[in-house]
């Protein structure tokens, strides 16, 4: 079993049409049963094989690392992409004030702990660098860099098999105006705040950048760059794409009503 930790801002919505794409009905973007739950729990997961029995996919917001799905996926392993977390935090600021009409003053909004560390936070949920090191390094089948989209795919596409990942794309739920993040990132003040609330992320980024990416680089063998020229020479997909739009009709008329009908009869937790 795979499961993509969509961290925000991270190309999260192309991927997940990349998987819909090749995996089709055995592959969910999770929503959470309960309003008030921060984490897709086991019982989550018991839940949606109901819906999903040919599963070998998932990924969503919520389903998290710490989020004790091993006990009853026992093979499950985690694929994520990580971004430069200045850039990211801009960006997932800006896509909340354009698309999901918030109204805070960017200083309010960066003092809120759940926007401070975001990725390392979404990982093992704290600040612990060295924890995030660890789980990556044990538990994730590859860590990809957004900046590095293209390379990423074809490196978690070898990881996985002959057959297993069609890695065509259009990029999906692009800014198409990215002024806000730009002023954030260029005016000092802002750019110190973005600083001092991802600590974390910048020491976990750099980690990435700089060791653990690389590795896969050289795992993947001295043909990447080849590869990737021939990819990115072919990289086209249909106008209507079947088996995605298959895939997500599965999830909007079957998946999602019952979602919505249990978080209106189960507004708590229940583990």
């Known amino acids: 079993m795979l499961g993509f930790v969509h961290i925000e801002k991270t190309a999260g919505s192309t991927t997940h049409r990349i998987f819909q794409r090749?995996?089709?009905?055995?592959?969910?973007?999770?929503?959470?049963?309960?309003?008030?739950?921060?984490?897709?729990?086991?019982?989550?997961?018991?839940?949606?094989?109901?819906?999903?029995p040919r599963l070998v996919a998932m990924g969503g917001h919520?389903?998290?690392?710490?989020?004790?799905?091993?006990?009853?996926?026992?093979?499950?392993?985690?694929?994520?992409?990580?971004?430069?977390?200045?850039?990211?935090?801009?960006?997932?600021?800006?896509?909340?004030?354009?698309?999901?009409?918030?109204?805070?003053?960017?200083?309010?909004w960066i003092a809120m702990d759940v926007y401070r560390n975001f990725q390392?936070?979404?990982?093992?949920?704290?600040?612990?660098?060295?924890?995030a090191k660890a789980l990556l390094e044990r538990d994730f089948v590859l860590v990809g860099l957004s900046e590095r989209f293209d390379e990423?795919?074809?490196?978690l596409q070898k990881k996985l098999g002959p057959g297993v990942l069609d890695i065509r794309y259009q990029p999906e739920n692009v800014a198409a105006d990215s002024s806000i993040k730009q002023r954030l990132l260029e005016d000092p003040r802002t750019r110190a705040?973005?600083?001092?609330?991802?600590?974390?992320?910048?020491?976990?980024?750099?980690?990435?950048?700089?060791?653990?990416?690389?590795?896969?680089?050289?795992?993947?063998?001295?043909?990447?760059?080849?590869?990737?020229?021939?990819?990115?020479?072919?990289?086209?997909?249909?106008?209507?794409?079947?088996?995605?739009?298959?895939?997500?009709?599965?999830?909007?008329?079957?998946?999602?009503p019952a979602v919505k009908l249990h978080q209106t009869l189960s507004p708590g937790t229940d583990g």
Not at 30 to 51: A, E, G, M, N
Not at 62 to 79: A, N
């Open 22 to 52: 090749s995996f089709g009905s055995r592959y969910c973007t999770l929503d959470r049963w309960r309003h008030t739950d921060q984490v897709f729990s086991p019982s989550d997961y018991r839940k949606l094989r109901l819906f999903y």
């Open 62 to 108: 919520w389903i998290k690392p710490f989020g004790r799905l091993h006990e009853v996926i026992p093979d499950l392993r985690w694929f994520t992409f990580l971004r430069e977390p200045l850039a990211r935090t801009a960006s997932h600021y800006q896509h909340q004030i354009q698309i999901m009409n918030r109204t805070d003053r960017f200083e309010d």
């Open 120 to 131: 390392i936070g979404k990982l093992v949920g704290s600040d612990d660098v060295e924890a």
């Open 152 to 155: 990423s795919m074809l490196m």
């Open 193 to 256: 705040l973005l600083e001092d609330a991802n600590q974390a992320d910048l020491r976990l980024y750099d980690w990435v950048v700089n060791d653990l990416y690389p590795r896969q680089q050289r795992e993947y063998g001295p043909e990447l760059e080849a590869d990737l020229e021939r990819f990115r020479a072919s990289n086209r997909v249909g106008r209507i794409d079947w088996r995605a739009r298959r895939a997500e009709l599965r999830r909007k008329w079957i998946y999602r």
